[in-house]
């Protein structure tokens, strides 16, 4: 079925470091989100990537689509405690009429 | 910053009873969707809703379930006959056109005891 693949599962790192998660997809893909989820939170938008190698940054956050239009990237730099949470990218399908999200990357953080 | 309701925010029901969880999408979105999310796994689609009809759903949203806009503001979903493994948080969310991020509300904590 249609799906994207996203790895890791959890991160667990130290405030101040780096932290990515990436997601695959076997097919081309026309468009890729990003979600965030806070714990105990609902899925909040991020940005959205459509144009192959497209690199777009929200502060500390660097979001990359693939030349292929098949992996997309999220890069925090400095992580913080308020970094933490889910991070979920999701593909748009059938004419915009549903999102699927992938399996998603627990960020867990220590101070 | 408009917002996605959602009401209740959380609803215990007995196994086999009939449940409606409601939302209220953004005044000017025209695309609506529900999503579950079982406890620590992902997002999983259910159904989108657009012009007054569903457009697309998945193969979990089957006949114990229907959606409804029965007025200008209020967009529902409605689980037959709970069972157990229906326990999660449910999630509407609205776009005001497709293809772009929707926004979610805060979910109703569904648990079927």
């Known amino acids: 079925g249609q799906q994207v693949m996203q790895i890791p599962q959890y991160q667990h790192v130290q405030e101040g470091e780096d932290f990515t998660t990436y997601c695959n997809s076997s097919t081309t893909l026309s468009n890729i989100q990003w979600y965030k989820q806070r714990p105990g939170g609902h899925p909040v938008f991020l940005i959205q990537?459509?144009?192959?190698?497209e690199v777009k940054k929200q502060k500390r956050l660097t979001f990359q689509f693939g030349e292929a239009k098949k992996n997309s990237s999220l890069h925090i730099t400095a992580t913080q405690t308020t970094d933490v949470g889910t991070y979920f990218c999701?593909?748009?399908?059938?004419?915009?009429?549903?999102?699927?999200f992938g399996s998603g990357t627990r960020l867990s953080i220590r101070p | 910053e408009p917002e996605v309701t959602q009401t209740p925010s959380h609803q215990v029901t007995q196994m086999g009873q009939e449940v409606i969880l409601r939302c209220v999408p953004i005044s000017n979105h025209l695309y609506f969707y529900w999503y579950r999310q079982i406890l620590g796994q992902k997002v999983e689609f259910l159904v989108s809703?657009?012009?007054?009809?569903?457009?697309?759903k998945s193969e979990i949203f089957d006949d114990q379930f229907s959606v409804e806009r029965p007025d200008g503001s209020n967009f529902t979903l409605k689980i037959r006959s709970t069972k157990l493994e229906d326990s999660a948080m449910y999630f509407c969310a609205s776009s005001e056109r497709g293809g772009v991020g929707y926004t979610f509300g805060s979910g109703t904590r569904l648990t079927v005891v």
């Open positions: 809703f657009y012009n007054n009809e569903i457009s697309e």
């Open positions: 990537l459509v144009k192959s190698g």
């Open positions: 999701a593909v748009i399908y059938s004419s915009a009429s549903k999102i699927i």
